[in-house]
């Protein structure tokens, strides 16, 4: 019976409100040792926890005295599982002109049962701290790009470009190599994230009230999509464009419908001037692209990079769809209705100058931080990557030693570990072998959603298997949020895993558990998409408004209650599912 994680942090008794809105989709899976270290360090506080407490600070939302110097408040990690501090979260719209901390709950939580009232203590009025918000957000409203995001962009970019031939380094120098650039870089772009991602909702929060008010609550999602220039969405294109080529190439063909199994071998052992023109095609790609993939935030997780045939597989789903399907018309379509929308409703209220004047600085704040918001997230996972990749050189070469059960068990060790196996590695692989053994047994267990406190034991937890919701019968409708506008109707397809999405075809309805970004070259040949998970801004969420894939995310247990195979139609304006007819 699993009673403890290797590692965890303090709970605040303070500010006592945790949730896995949000951060279940950056990290969906159990937190592994090593990565810990994001969360607590040696030293102390490691470069999350600082990095969101710097956005905090930067935006106004609290005080440095606020927050106690020895202990992880903004995130924690129990129970196996990262956990954000919902009380912290809610001074932001506490404390914000015109918000309240019901704003802070209906973005994260909707009508999900059990969220605390929010109570007003002493100290938490503080209208200096209001006017500091105030002038960020003025700020927001009228600045017309971030150029420390596109420093930053740059930067990690050369990372990639300049990677040394790790084959040659040592042991302990890809270790103090992958260390050093967490150390040196993680705190300021993760920080930089936080700041650009809270900020985004401002300008977001100005359009949907003004578009309440005129009586077009719906126009809100149309003013969100076609933005252009957002980064999670360039894979989706340029994938499209190789599949366009495959599709044009029997050659190519062939190679794809042999299987995604070994692919990536099978076209580089090959002297056909098709296939060596996509592999070349496709290193570049993956250049600038490679760090990409499922949990990609945690470095012991597969990218496009370390396993191509993730990549692959979502360019042979786009090579079947016909040409209707290419995300540029549908991205140029959203966004030639978001320029007529926008001219609508500013037309209606231009009566009054300075709604008039606010609405159309939101507008135009919208597309740069927006786009800020995926800009910042690929730098933090272009970073991680550089990691991951040292890390896994380092893991194979243990294997081959017999050190490693596999290439990825690095994870299993905190850090201070890391440093005592490379110093004498007897004995651990046993260990390593019983971790993760543990790891997989936490990881079936169904953490919760909220909680205040403390989630009690983990022994209590119930299995996710033994947690089977009702499945939904013809005419069954399921309630989500909407995530991009448009309605389709198609055959539900439930995908868990990116390494299998072969019985995807194109016009099928995507059913999946999670809006990672890695997902999204998935929306491309599908008619519509269904996610478990996810919010108003979740990055996946923008990357389909600008694809123009219509979107319902936040549909719990999607994945379990709508049968595979089902006819199912989709409004992503209302955000409803409906069972249209069983396979």
Sequence with gaps: MVNRWVVETDLSEDWDFYTRANVGEVFPDPVSPL??????????????????????????????????????????????????????????????????????????????????????????????????????????????????????????????????????????????RSLELIDTHFRGLFGEHVFVSLVATMPVGIITKVCQAVGRPDDVLRLLAGVGDIESAAPAMEMWALG??????????????????GLDARLRASTDPDLTDLVRAFDGFMVNHGSRGPNEWEPRSPTWETHPELALAAIDRMRLSPEASSPSVHHHERAVEREMVGAEIAAMVASDPEVHRQFLAALAAAKVFMAGRERTKTNCVKLIEETRVALLEWGQRCVAA????????????????????????????????????????????????????????????????????????????????????GTARGVARVVVDLHHPTHLEPGDV?????????????????????????????????????????CVVSA???????????????????GTVTVVGLP
């Excluded at 040949?525 to 996810?534: E, F, R």
């Excluded at 719990?556 to 209302?574: E, H, K, L, N, Y």
Aim: hydrophobic share 40%; charged share 20%.
């Design 35 to 176: 990565t810990f270290f994001y969360f607590q360090n040696e030293g102390g506080l490691g470069g999350s926890e600082l990095g969101f407490r710097d956005a905090f600070f930067r935006i106004g939302v609290m005080e440095p005295e606020e927050l106690p110097n020895d202990e992880c408040v903004v995130l924690g990690v129990v129970g196996g599982y990262c956990y954000l501090n919902a009380s912290a979260f809610r001074m932001l719209g506490h404390r914000a002109p015109e918000m309240t901390a019901n704003d802070i709950d209906a973005a994260f939580f909707g009508d999900a049962p059990g969220v605390p009232e929010f109570v007003v203590r002493p100290g938490f009025d503080r209208p200096d701290l209001t006017e500091k918000i105030a002038a960020t957000f003025q700020w927001a409203l009228t600045t017309p790009d971030l150029p420390d995001v596109r420093r930053h962009e740059q930067a990690m970019n050369a990372l990639r470009t300049s990677r040394p031939d790790l084959s040659r380094m040592s042991d302990r120098e890809l270790v103090e």
């Design 556 to 574: 719990t247990d999607a994945t379990s209650r709508i049968p595979d195979g089902a006819t199912v139609q989709v409004d992503g304006t209302t």
């Design 402 to 485: 017999g050190t490693f059960p596999h290439p990825n068990s690095f994870g299993m060790l905190t850090r201070p570990e890391v440093f005592q196996f490379l110093d004498d590695p007897t004995g651990w692989c046993d260990v390593l072998a019983q971790r993760e053994a543990l790891y997989d047994d936490i990881a079936a267990l169904q953490e919760p959603f909220l909680f205040v406190g403390h989630p009690g034991p983990m022994s209590e937890y119930p299995r996710r298997d033994d947690v089977r919701p009702a499945v939904l019968g013809a005419g069954g409708v399921l309630q989500g949020v909407p995530g991009c506008p």
């Design 244 to 261: 366009r080529r495959v599709a044009s190439s029997p050659a190519l063909c062939a190679a794809f419908d042999a299987g995604a199994d």
């Design 510 to 550: 995507l059913v999946a558990p999670i809006t990672d970004p890695s997902w999204t070259p998935l929306f491309v040949p599908a008619a519509a998409v269904v996610v478990n998970v996810g919010a108003p801004l979740s990055h996946a969420v923008i990357v389909s408004r600008e694809l123009g894939i219509p």
